[in-house]
Structure formats: structure tokens, C-alpha cells
């Protein structure tokens, strides 16, 4: 069971007002009554080539190539019900769109396209009165499906996977999660593997100064395991 803050609600409740005021698309919302579908632009000589339609709700990340597109049904909803896709380009043209782990949420897939990472809804216990909270998940290809696996958050909390780059033949993992301190400190973390390719406890990144109360946020990693974000001061 996650080792709950005593005050986890209203540390969730400040997280949660914090985290959508940054992520509040431009325009600041999108009408009820608008249906997307994700799309792709490919590169061409003059430019873009026209949006081609690849799977429902939004499109999230791409493989280096632009072969492999994953994506949400359900982009506006949370990590519990957001309906995740997989979309693989055809060499003669389209591609093959399939559905994985609909309780679940992706958000990166490595340039490579060896692996996913994301977030499943795991069911709160007491004293906690919400229904779920976010658990930070991997998925890796075994034979011709995606399986997810389980990483473990940070202070047994909550955590979110959101980037991930093969770096130096190593897969990292990068998110962010809640410390079991002081009511909870959204703090940025990594996931490295061992030697077996197996992932444990994720690294805490510090936040300026070294200062251990300051909340800190990932927005990017790139293929040399560079992390950008913001921290607190």
C-alpha cells in the first residue's frame, strides 16, 4: 500500500491546481464540443506534408523516424481512462493502429521505439479518500504485444513516467513524484537500469540549492539523458 502523507489530500489538491495552471493548453481550453483525432505531419522536401489521420483523440510522441506514433483516445481525461494507442507506419503507405491497456495512460516512447512509459490508476487506500492515484509504468515488446510493467514511485507514494531515451545502449526513465515528507514535494526523478535490465528505486533529483522543501517539475529529456524542467526558489 502507498506510505500516505498525513496531509496528502491538500498536498494532492495544491499539486493538482499547480500542475494544470502549466499544462493548460494554448487556448486556455478546448471546447466541450470539439472532437479530435491524432495526426501526423511528415517532413518533405517543401516543408510538411499534409495531417494524416492516425488514431483517435492526440497524438503524444514519436520514434526518431516517425514509424511508430503513440497516442490517447482520451486526452483530456486522467491517467486512469485516457485509452492508449500504439500507431506502426506501413511501408506501402498507412498503418496499424492498436489499442493497449485501456486503464492507462502514455506519454513518451523511446526514439528507438524499444520502449513506453506512462502512468495505470491504482486504487487509493484508506486514510485517503480519493478513488485512484497515479503509478508510474513501462511497456517493452514481447513478441507481437506491448506489456506493461510496474515501476516503483518514489517514497511508495505516486509517481508519473513521462520521458525516456536510450542513453549509452542504457534506457533511462525520468518523471516526477511525491515525497512522503512534509505533506508531499512534487520533486523530478529517474529510473536507471542494473545490469539485468531491471528498475528499482527511483533517483531524486535536487532541486536549486539543494533545497530539500522546493518543488521541481520535468517538461523534457533528450537522447543524452539531459533533463530540462523547472524548480522552485
Do not use: K
Not at 513501462?138 to 517514497?155: I, K
Amino acid at each position: 500500500a502507498p506510505n500516505w502523507p498525513s496531509n496528502m489530500e491538500s498536498a494532492l489538491e495544491t499539486a493538482s491546481s499547480a500542475v494544470c495552471a502549466m499544462m493548460t493548453p494554448l487556448p486556455a481550453a478546448r471546447p466541450e464540443a470539439f472532437t479530435t483525432i491524432g495526426v501526423r505531419w511528415a517532413r518533405t522536401d517543401s516543408g510538411w506534408s499534409l495531417p494524416e489521420d492516425i488514431g483517435p483523440g492526440e497524438a503524444v510522441a514519436t520514434t526518431a523516424d516517425g514509424g511508430v506514433v503513440i497516442g490517447n483516445t482520451d486526452p483530456d481525461t486522467s491517467f486512469m481512462d485516457a485509452g492508449p494507442w500504439i500507431w506502426t507506419a506501413n511501408p506501402g503507405g498507412g498503418g496499424d493502429l492498436q489499442l493497449i491497456d485501456a486503464g492507462a495512460r502514455v506519454e513518451d516512447i523511446a526514439h528507438d521505439g524499444s520502449m513506453i512509459v506512462g502512468s495505470r490508476g491504482e486504487p487509493c487506500v484508506a486514510p485517503s479518500t480519493c478513488d485512484f492515484f497515479p503509478a508510474p509504468v513501462y511497456w517493452v515488446r514481447e513478441g507481437d504485444a506491448w506489456v506493461m510493467h510496474d515501476l516503483q514511485a518514489l517514497d511508495d507514494v505516486n509517481s508519473q513516467a513521462t520521458e525516456v531515451a536510450v542513453v549509452a545502449g542504457e534506457t533511462i526513465i525520468a518523471g516526477t513524484g511525491f515525497t512522503n515528507q512534509q505533506g508531499g514535494i512534487l520533486r523530478v526523478v529517474a529510473w536507471l537500469p542494473d545490469a539485468a535490465g531491471n528498475y528499482g528505486e527511483p533517483l531524486r533529483l535536487e532541486a536549486i540549492g539543494g533545497n530539500f522543501d522546493s518543488w521541481s517539475y520535468i517538461d523534457d529529456m533528450n537522447r543524452n539523458g539531459v533533463i530540462l524542467g523547472w524548480s522552485e526558489v
